[in-house]
């Protein structure tokens, strides 16, 4: 493929996943709150919006993976580029298992971090539970998602994203519909869409470059150093970002109400 045909192609697919996923979140929104309510999604959002506070332990290992696999990819050393995938796979993945440790521990606690009322505290310890687990398979899987990135496949990035978003909208319609635990169903559908989107990009890499593979032999010391020096190098600019978006949620949660979450939920989603 021609770079300029590459470049029209990354374009449309990026603005029609968009514009999709943007329908696409306003009908699954109005659904959400038509079904369980302000409170309800207020309260799911809080618990997903966690993942993001553990994202931070991440800092730009994410970047740092796409930089140097996309750099190595382009000289072909292969071997290279495997060191970085493998030694990346294993910082992320254990970031994600200990957070999934960590949301072990602050499940009895829910309802005080997140002000969340007492009649929701069995469905919220179950729902952080699952988030846990959800934020180690998609830490450890997270490594082909930026492989995808650093091959500039955007279009099948795309698809992986859309794909991902129509599973988790059609989970939250059978789930709600059926009258599962509310909490428990929007929590679960948005951690099996993540893990889906995560699954596909395994497949595109499989596809696209079959040279590029995990093994634990190919686990470096030397990248290493070089991931977390760039993770570490990022953690400014990834606090600011929590401290903008999800202090704003907090703040809102102790200080108001969870309708106020809801609200600004409601407005990041129309925003972007």
């Known amino acids: 493929m021609s770079l300029f045909k590459k470049l029209v192609v990354n374009a449309a697919s990026i603005y029609a996943a968009k514009i999709f996923e943007g329908l696409l979140q306003l009908v699954i929104l109005a659904f959400i709150l038509k079904q369980v309510g302000k409170e309800y999604y207020a ?5 997903i919006s966690f993942q993001v506070t553990i994202d931070l332990a991440r800092g730009g290992m994410q970047k740092a993976t796409l930089k140097y696999i996309s750099e190595y990819n382009a000289r072909s050393e292969y071997n290279g580029a495997n060191s970085v995938l493998s030694t990346s796979t294993i910082m992320q993945g254990t970031i994600g298992i200990m957070g999934f440790i960590v949301c072990l521990i602050i499940a009895p606690y829910t309802t005080s971090i997140f002000a969340i009322p007492l009649q929701m505290q069995r469905e919220s310890q179950w729902a952080i539970a699952l988030l846990g687990i959800g934020i180690a398979v998609s830490f450890i899987i997270s490594p082909w998602y930026n492989s995808v990135c650093a091959e500039e496949r955007y279009d099948l990035l795309s698809i992986a994203m859309v794909g991902g978003k129509v599973l988790r909208a059609l989970l939250i319609l059978i789930l709600l519909l059926f009258e599962s635990p509310s909490l428990i169903s929007i929590v679960l559908a948005t951690i099996v869409g993540t893990v889906f989107e995560r699954i596909l990009c395994i497949y595109f890499i499989k596809r696209i470059n079959p040279n590029l593979k995990f093994n634990f032999k190919n686990v470096s010391h ?8 760039f993770s570490l190098f990022d953690f400014f600019h990834t606090l600011s970002s929590l401290l903008y978006s999800q202090g704003s949620f907090y703040l809102a949660a102790h200080l108001i109400s969870l309708n106020a979450v809801a609200n600004l939920g409601l407005l990041v989603t129309f925003v972007h």
Do not use: G, P, S
């Not at 309260?43 to 618990?47: R, S």
């Not at 030397?222 to 020096?229: A, G, S």
């Open 43 to 47: 309260a799911a959002l809080l618990i």
């Open 222 to 229: 030397r990248y290493f150093k070089i991931i977390l020096q």
